[in-house]
């Protein structure tokens, strides 16, 4: 059987704030990338792990293993990495006794952890997430999120970060451009930071000179939106598919001569490159040779071709 080779998720960075500040002076908005990069930095401390409990078992998650990757080709301080691992803590089912077997919670210290590797790509706001089955597929983006709450919090600022799937480059767009009468567009947006295309641009300067973090749009028209480049449609969804959204894009109208609807841009977008899987979890150990800035940049150029950047600003 052939290696595995290393396979990753990609999400969007979005910052969120809290909606209502009593103590205004007390807290700072995240505002650069150093305030991301330290909330992650802090995050690895043991009092941020996360615990969840399901009908039998009993889970804690936590990060460790902060480190910086790659000084060179894409600029100091660009990509980050962490380690999110997932134990058992606690099962519930039968248990041998020495009277016989009956129903109980067996407890393990320390328990065993399924762990993944989480990459930050801070010059575009992404995270690659590692495809591993016993991350991937259970809530370890609401574990993290949990983790990383309470690492800025501590820190003293008053919002945090919240981790939205990049769909599948034009996946949104595609579906879009499908309608020959689009009737209606539903989404909530997010401000965008730092990636923008040229038609998008202008929702986000109102956006910004509004003060606007979140802006449900639900656009209606039984004769039909304007899907013209540029126009409101349009802007709106090159920025839903960017990634800087909250949940799924609906689209209803009219395709293939017959009424539809459809709901997109809640799966990730995957990316793989040809490394195999254990070597690039021993990475962080590799991260400042030569070694390990050619796996690096193997990640970031395929995180480029899945998700090719538009149009960036500069927001140090």
């Known amino acids: 059987m052939g290696k595995r080779r290393f396979e990753f998720e990609l999400y969007r960075i979005n910052l969120t704030q809290a909606e209502l500040m009593l103590f205004e002076e007390m807290n700072k908005p995240i505002s650069h990338k150093k305030d991301i990069v330290a909330i992650l930095k802090h995050a690895v401390q043991p009092q941020f792990a996360a615990e969840f409990s399901g009908t039998k078992n009993t889970f804690m998650w936590a990060v460790r293993d902060f480190v910086q990757y790659l000084d060179e080709p894409r600029g100091p301080g660009k990509v980050y990495g962490l380690t999110l691992a997932k134990s058992v803590v606690e099962t519930t089912g039968e248990i041998v006794t020495e009277t016989g077997i009956e129903e ?17 790509y801070m010059e575009r706001h992404l995270m690659a997430v590692e495809r591993r089955s016993a991350i991937i597929n259970s809530r370890w983006r609401h574990a993290l999120q949990d983790i990383l709450k309470a690492s800025a919090h501590e820190l003293g600022y008053s919002g945090w970060v919240e981790f939205e799937p990049v769909p599948r480059h034009q996946e949104i767009i595609e579906a879009f451009r499908s309608f020959t009468r689009l009737t209606r567009l539903r989404v909530i947006l997010r401000l965008p930071n730092p990636e923008l295309s040229r038609y998008s641009r202008r929702l986000y300067n109102e956006m910004h000179e509004g003060a606007i973090r979140e802006y449900l749009q639900d656009m ?4 039909g939106l304007n899907k013209s480049d540029g126009k409101l449609p349009h802007a709106t969804a090159e920025i839903a598919a960017a990634g800087y959204k909250r949940g799924e894009v609906t689209l209803e109208g009219v395709r293939e001569g017959r009424r539809d609807a459809v709901r ?27 070694e390990g800035q050619r796996i690096t940049t193997a990640i970031l150029d395929e995180i480029d071709r899945i998700a090719p950047a538009q149009w960036q600003e500069d927001n140090s």
Not at 270 to 282: K, S
């Open 104 to 120: 109980g919670v067996s407890e393990l210290e320390p328990p065993l952890a399924d762990t993944g590797h989480l990459f930050f």
């Open 220 to 223: 209606k028209n039984p004769r």
């Open 264 to 290: 997109t841009g809640r799966a990730a977008a995957r990316g793989r490159i040809d490394e195999t899987r254990d070597y690039v979890r021993g990475l962080k150990d590799l991260a400042k040779t030569k």
